[in-house]
Structure formats: C-alpha cells, structure tokens
C-alpha cells in the first residue's frame, strides 16, 4: 500500500504548524511590523525577514519532494501495465487515469516554486524606499572681550560667532514600512497556502491510490501485470 504517502501527510502537517507560527494575516502583521522596528533601530541595513525566508526553504524542499513522490507513484502504475488485449482493458484504464490525474497534480505543483525569487526582488525594493533623511539643527554661538587702555582710551571689542550643525536623523516614513511588511505578510500568506495545498496534494493522492489499488496493482486479476508494491 502507500506506505510513504501518510508518512508524508504527518511530515507537512507538523512542518505547518512550525513555519508557519501565525494564525493569521493580522497576526503576521503585528509580529512583522515589531521585528522590522527592532531592526531597523540596530542598523538600517537589510536584514531580511527571517519567518519568510525559512518558509520558502521549507515549501520548496517539500514541493521537490512531493513531486519525486508522485513521478514514483507514476513509474509504478507504469511498471504495472500490462499489455493492451482484446477485452478486459478497464484496469489499463483505471491505471492510465489515475497516472493522467498524478501527472496533472505534478504539473500544478511545479509551478509554485516559480515565482519565489520575486519575494526577495520585491522585500528589497520596498525596503530600498524606506527614508533615511537628514535633520539639520542650528546653532548661535557668541563671545564678547573687552580691552582697555592705548592713547585713545578705553577700548571695547566684541566679536560673535555662529556655527551651523548638522545632525543625521533617521526619519521613520510609516507609509514606506508598512510597504515592506505588507510584502513579507503577502508572501507569508501565499506560502502558508502552498503548505496547504501539499497536504491536499498527498490526500488526494493517497485516496485515488488506496481507491483503486487493486487495479492499478493487477489490472487483469492475479496474473495481469507486474507488481511492485514497493516502488512508493
């Protein structure tokens, strides 16, 4: 049976709950918008988002796996077809459209992998606007001296002094960081849905396997077919 498929099932339940630590978008929100403040008070570089990045690490090792998983699944019901006859073909048939629907499955999943690299194209250039600005503060210095005698009597000087200072400032624009969290907690979302969709994926499969088993194992009874019930 599909002895690797529940297992897998277990896996991406409990990697769920680890990767993804907040219930929802508003809770993801809050604790993003806290970290990014934190941060930004230490250095004003990039640090990154660190709840994101260990996710798109975790989904796409999962959706490598689930797709060498459903190639296995594939290569087996392919092993175990036999050949075409004249009649008594309904187990070929059952074997061709449960590999047709794993196919299909494959093919979605290859796709969400496709577009993590905007994630960070996109943190970054919303981070990039965030305004560092200067503050420039003045400053009035003055001094007087006094000095006596000569042949024109006493005598009185005085002299002033300004001097301008410029302070650097950080300047927090909360326009510009809730752009850069607003990014993290979209792809926080989107990932968290590709989790979901994996656990979907191996229920699905494991249903259409374990439904029709006996015909994807022995299209034509006992002695049709080759059977290699360990290939997944």
């Known amino acids: ?3 690797g498929l529940p297992a897998a099932l277990t896996r991406v339940a409990s990697l769920s709950q680890s990767t993804f630590p907040h219930a929802s978008p508003s809770a993801a929100t809050a604790a993003f918008s806290n970290e990014l403040a934190a ?3 230490s250095s004003s570089n990039n640090s990154g988002n660190s709840t994101v990045s ?3 690490d975790t989904v796409s090792d999962e959706v490598n796996t689930a797709i060498a998983t459903l190639q296995s699944l594939e290569r087996w019901i392919q092993l175990s077809t036999p050949q075409m006859e004249d009649g008594n073909n309904f187990g070929v048939s059952v074997q061709m459209v449960v590999a047709k629907e794993l196919a299909d499955i494959r093919k979605e999943l290859s796709k969400i992998t496709g577009g993590f690299v905007d994630y960070y194209e996109k943190r970054a250039g919303a981070f990039d606007k965030i305004s560092n600005l200067s503050i420039e ?3 009035t210095a003055s001094s007087e001296s006094e000095s006596a005698g000569g042949k024109d009597g006493e005598e009185k000087k ?3 002094s300004v001097s301008t200072d410029v302070k650097m400032s950080t300047r927090e624009d909360i326009d510009r ?3 850069v969290v607003a990014v993290d907690v979209k792809w926080y979302s989107e990932l968290k849905a590709a989790m979901t969709e994996l656990f979907n994926t ?3 499969a494991l249903d259409v396997v374990e ?3 006996l015909k994807l194992s022995e299209p034509k009874g006992s002695s049709g077919g080759r059977n290699y019930d360990n290939m997944y």
Do not use: E, H, P, Q
């Open 1 to 3: 049976m599909a002895t």
């Open 39 to 41: 941060a930004l008070k």
């Open 54 to 56: 260990a996710a798109i």
């Open 137 to 139: 503060s003045k400053s």
């Open 158 to 160: 005085t002299s002033k």
């Open 177 to 179: 960081l809730k752009a």
């Open 202 to 204: 191996y229920v699905i």
């Open 211 to 213: 439904k029709n088993f």
